[in-house]
């Protein structure tokens, strides 16, 4: 989920029998802290990276993390991009509580 476009992939998710839900927002293009993120276990993000990357903008990762906070979904920044560095407020390695599927 890389857009606003995209953001109704989380509802599709959600409706997924799964032992983890994750969402890959990688490259992230844009502020997508509307996100519904009841019952996703994993946000990770990143910006995107090469010569010719689009550009990031590190508030758009808070707001996903503070989000994260409010609904439990673990944070994982994994990237900006190649020249620059994660900030240490965002340098945030989460990971998932391992979860057993429970039969429907």
Not at 6 to 28: F, G, K, V, Y
Request: charged share 30%.
């Amino acid at each position: 989920i890389e857009n606003k476009e995209t953001i109704h992939r989380a509802d599709n998710l959600r409706n997924t029998p799964a032992a983890i839900r994750w969402i890959s927002a990688e490259p992230l293009l844009e502020d997508i802290s509307e996100i519904d993120l009841t019952g996703i276990d994993w946000l990770v993000v990143g910006g995107e990276s090469g010569p010719n990357h689009r550009p990031f903008n590190p508030d758009w990762a808070r707001a996903l993390r503070d989000k994260c906070k409010t609904t439990g979904a673990k944070f994982f920044m994994k990237q900006i991009d190649k020249k620059q560095s994660i900030p240490d407020d965002l340098m945030v390695r989460e990971y998932p509580d391992i979860k057993t599927l429970q039969p429907a």
